[in-house]
């Protein structure tokens, strides 16, 4: 699997803003996504993981009521849709996936990673 971020860019806050993630490869093995996110000093922070073949996504606290996780029908792509955007939400945001079905919202319980897309709210 082989997994493609994209949709960042600078934005205000209150903004919104969609983050897509396009997988390639042998997608049958994909148990669960992951967002993640990294802001410049900080660790790596979970954001939001849905179970691929079915399932209702989970947020992490700080996104909940703002960031929606959501999927095309073919489950080629993740999204993140992210509205009400904060200065705090600043980062380098990731995705990834694993073949376990437990939902995880430790990074390393993840395998395969995107490249980053970088997300940036000004005040």
């Known amino acids: 699997v082989q997994l493609q971020a994209s949709g960042g860019g600078l934005v205000q806050a209150g903004d919104s803003l969609r983050l897509s993630c396009a997988g390639s490869g042998d997608l049958s093995i994909i148990g669960v996504m992951g967002w993640f996110r990294q802001a410049p000093g900080k660790e790596r922070e979970f954001v939001a993981v849905?179970?691929?073949?079915?399932?209702?996504?989970y947020y992490a606290d700080s996104v909940k009521g703002r960031f929606t996780f959501s999927r095309d029908n073919l489950r080629t792509t993740g999204y993140l849709h992210m509205n009400n955007l904060k200065p705090e939400d600043t980062a380098v945001y990731y995705c990834?996936?694993?073949?376990?079905?437990?939902?995880?919202?430790?990074?390393?319980?993840?395998?395969?990673w995107g490249q980053g897309t970088q997300v940036t709210v000004s005040s």
């Open positions: 990834a996936t694993k073949r376990e079905l437990r939902p995880g919202t430790s990074p390393a319980d993840y395998v395969t």
């Open positions: 849905m179970p691929w073949r079915s399932g209702s996504p």
